[in-house]
């Protein structure tokens, strides 16, 4: 069974700085998708990025970015240019690309903290 | 587009009691819908996975008879929580997905809390 861990229940992070969210997960799968959630206090989950294991171009998405090292297993979230909106809970999230197979595995979350 | 929406935002009932909580694709036709429970400062657990027209598939550990999912149409799926009791307490969230997109979209989510 897959699993995803993700290590660090909480980070803090000056406004402006950068912040690296851990994420590693586990499969025996070689085609999957891997994805970045935002859960504000609103608990509205909101797609940050997504990254398609088949593509060893790690995906951007304006101040967010990927680190995916297939290898290795790991999939780190950086957010650049941190602002007071970005706080909230940040959720891993793995999905097979197996034909018919479509439900998500989410890691524990990390609760990011924005200082000003 | 890619929206969906959930059904209430917010309910209270009494313990004993059945409630229903919707969730509609409101600009495309969700193939697949599923059902996440949420614990306060804790990550999703999938409760079930249903497809339009079919039975739902329950995640082990998850009763049936308890969490009644119903996906009547492309559009619409319900979570009925029956007998309800405090322990049932949570917030719950649907996603959907339709063919050829590889990612879900989520509902706002239900805060259900049972007195």
């Known amino acids: 069974a897959q699993t995803v861990t993700q290590s660090q229940p909480e980070m803090s992070v000056q406004e402006a700085e950068t912040v690296t969210l851990s994420c590693t997960y586990d499969t025996s799968e070689s085609d999957y998708y891997l994805f970045w959630y935002k859960q504000p206090p609103s608990r509205q989950m909101i797609l940050v990025i997504r990254q398609e294991a088949y593509k060893q171009q790690n995906a951007t998405e304006n101040r967010f970015s990927v680190n995916f090292q297939k290898a290795a297993k790991s999939f780190s979230l950086k957010i650049s240019d941190s602002q007071l909106g970005d706080a909230a809970m940040y959720f891993c999230a793995y999905r097979s690309a197996t034909s018919g197979t479509y439900k998500y595995i989410f890691g524990t979350g990390t609760r990011l903290k924005v200082l000003a | 587009g890619a929206v969906v929406s959930q059904h209430p935002s917010w309910v209270i009932c009494k313990s004993g009691t059945s409630v229903k909580i919707e969730c509609r694709s409101l600009d495309f036709q969700a193939t697949t819908m599923f059902w996440y429970r949420q614990f306060p400062k804790q990550s999703l657990m999938l409760m079930a996975t249903s497809n339009e027209g079919s039975k739902a598939t329950y995640e082990q550990g998850v009763e049936k008879d308890k969490f009644l999912i119903n996906h009547a149409s492309l559009t619409l799926s319900t979570l009925t929580v029956t007998s309800a009791h405090p322990e049932d307490s949570s917030f719950y969230i649907c996603?959907?997905?339709?063919?050829?997109?590889?990612?879900?979209?989520f509902g706002q989510g239900t805060r259900l809390t049972v007195v």
């Open positions: 996603s959907a997905r339709t063919g050829g997109v590889f990612e879900a979209f």
